[in-house]
């Protein structure tokens, strides 16, 4: 069953997707290419890679918005995350690109969330295995997805320390 937020939630958790830009453009301002871009830890991602992958997906989460609000019920793909993030483009140390691909995208999805109609919220559509999902679940888990990449930059870079 979609989740079901009060106006004042929504707010709370569109402001988080408006503010997301910055929080991770801190994160990793005045790390080296080598920062960016060496595997600290094994089996993680590096610190580009998380950056790359919240623009990655966060533009797959606003084009899923986007069916949500156009087509019936849509059905959405799965994606291979750890696929896309071995992608040339996604193991550079290039971050500027997606940060401010980011910045444009918050932007343009804040406006849309804050102008949906009660109706509009309710709209739905089926992941990949077939389970139900609704938009409020979309802004949940993403209001959310960006701040836990936040958080694993962090800990890759503490893994430097050791």
Known sequence: ??????????IELIAKIRTLPEQLADAVRGLTAEELTTHYLPQEWTVAQNVHHVADAHVIVFYRLKQML????????????DAWA??????????????????????RWATLLDGLTEEQWQRTALRANGMEVGIEDLLRIYSGHGENHIQQIKNTLAAKMV
């Open 1 to 10: 069953m979609p989740a079901k937020f009060t106006t004042e939630q929504r």
């Open 70 to 81: 156009t087509s019936d019920r849509p059905q959405f793909q799965a994606i291979n995350t």
């Open 86 to 107: 071995a992608s040339i483009d996604a193991d550079n140390a290039a971050v500027a690109t997606s940060l401010d691909l980011l910045r444009g995208l918050h932007a």
